[in-house]
DNA sequence: GTTGGACATATCGGCTCGATACATCGAGTG
DNA sequence: CACTCGATGTATCGAGCCGATATGTCCAAC
């Protein structure tokens, strides 16, 4: 989750921790902001894998033109770049379909990064994502008809079965839109 | 979190583990299902903790009505009840205004209970979560100026937007529900 | 009679969160 | 000018949760 996140972003442009979080954030909705505890142990993680590599290292930052030498001027930096092992694990992760987890957090950053993948998949990321809300949906239909607990539950409940077809319609739409570029692409 | 449900789910009925998981389940939608690797954990921690007991010990279960002696015929499930202690941690971990989180699974889970709340406090945390959600639309709205990076984080921040004002429009009918009744009960 | 699937309990490694600590920097305030 | 305060920035730790996995029971269908 946040290794692809982070390679995803880095990918973009070269950046440093803090600057990832914040990206991260208006990338996937601020609720949706990922922690430090796990920001920085997963950078090093990926450091350590030669995944990606530190670019600016502590010593040599900043844009302090004309401070003097033995300063050691904007020591506080760690901009990361991603190494070429780096975008192959990218590719590899965004790809891998097999037990890819489809809830909500990983399936936007995905369809986030979905540009970087063929046609085909980005249909079948959609499409599965599609068939779980379905699934959902028909379970809760299913429990529906009993009588709920308190009025509390049932409101959840109303609740939980209008935010999943407004989902289910939301990916239709855009299930609807891949295929119709498809369709355009190949009649050129 | 964990603990809450728990306990709150064993207030209406003795429970097993599996059979918890199952309501669990159905009670805030299966996407939110809590998987056993917590739970068992979470149910051996309850009861060192004296917040709940195991009612039907291993031994001593089932409908077999004629099986035979030395067989130990339903030896298998371990039906947990709620103690004293158990429904006191109960109403503190739900009462506990202070750094309660909101995100939508706590909050989901503390509405489901909320009738074992105050309509003070059942009222308060109606508008905290709508405050959380107000503060991100806002701070949504704000960036929706700038131009967004590929068209797919561009359609995620739309459905972001649309799913916020949803959830809002539907916390306010909540606490407008709320507010009226407690008049009501004024009245009376 | 045996094989497969629902039921049921349990553990383990890994990821993530929230709290906390610490240090730097710029802007404002007395 | 010294001071403080809040934003920036990196890092660690404990606790909680998940997914995979193992193990075993019960029942029905073939």
Chains 1, 2 share one sequence.
Do not use: C
Request: avoid cysteine; charged fraction near 25%.
């Amino acid at each position: 989750m946040l290794e692809l996140a982070v390679l995803g972003l880095l990918k973009e442009h070269d950046l440093h921790g803090y600057e990832l979080r914040k990206r991260l954030g208006d990338l996937l909705g601020t609720g949706a902001a990922v922690s430090f505890g796990s920001l920085y142990p997963a950078l090093s993680k990926l450091e350590a894998a030669g995944a990606i590599r530190v670019v600016t290292p502590p010593g040599n930052a900043g844009g302090h033109s004309a401070t003097m030498a033995g300063r050691v001027p904007g020591r506080k930096r760690k901009v990361y770049g991603i190494t070429t092992a780096g975008s192959a694990l990218f590719q590899q992760l965004l790809t891998e379909r097999r037990s890819a987890p489809l809830d909500e957090r990983s399936f936007s950053l995905r369809l986030a990064f979905a540009s970087y993948l063929s046609p085909e998949l980005r249909l079948g990321l959609l499409e599965r994502r599609r068939t779980l809300l379905a699934e959902r949906l028909a379970e809760l239909a299913a429990t529906t008809g009993k009588p709920r607990g308190n009025r509390y539950v049932q409101l959840l409940a109303e609740r939980e079965r209008d935010s999943l077809s407004r989902d289910l319609s939301w990916l239709d739409r855009l299930i609807t839109d891949e295929r119709a570029m498809g369709r355009l692409a190949v009649h050129n």
